[in-house]
Nanobody, 126 residues
Framework: QVQLVESGGGSVQAGGSLRLSCAVSGYTYCMAWFRQAPGKEREFVSSIVNNDRTSVSDSVKGRFTISKDNAKNTLYLQMNSLKPEDTAMYYC???????????????????????WGQGTQVTVSS
């Protein structure tokens, strides 16, 4: 059973930075960050597959970076140049199924991931 615990959220002014962490227990093959703003659907932010292949949404490209520290079994999301529109609850997600994770386009879909954290709030003020 995989367990995910996010931390690192908070309030920051536009242009600032935050680093989100997701502590992982159990085996995972693909992991991702999603976010959900009030009244909106949960949207893909960034993913990492097999600890090396990464992808990132166009809305955060060049500003956010996903990484994983295998020694600490922790997933990170470094967020720079934050904008008010980045305000949302951020969720860590994971799955352990190689076939599911490897399907084309899978990592960007909420349906891929069986395991989710409780979320951490990020608020960016202008």
């Amino acid at each position: 059973q995989v367990q995910l615990v996010e931390s690192g959220g908070g309030s920051v002014q536009a242009g600032g930075s935050l680093r989100l962490s997701c502590a992982v227990s159990g085996y995972t093959y693909c992991m991702a960050w999603f976010r959900q703003a009030p009244g909106k659907e949960r949207e893909f932010v960034s993913s990492i597959v097999n600890n090396d292949r990464t992808s990132v949404s166009d809305s955060v490209k060049g500003r956010f970076t996903i990484s994983k520290d295998n020694a600490k079994n922790t997933l990170y999301l470094q967020m720079n140049s934050l904008k008010p529109e980045d305000t949302a609850m951020y969720y860590c997600a994971a799955d352990d199924n190689i076939w599911v994770c490897g399907k084309i386009g899978a990592t960007g879909s909420t349906l891929t991931y069986n395991y989710w954290g409780q979320g951490t709030q990020v608020t960016v003020s202008s």
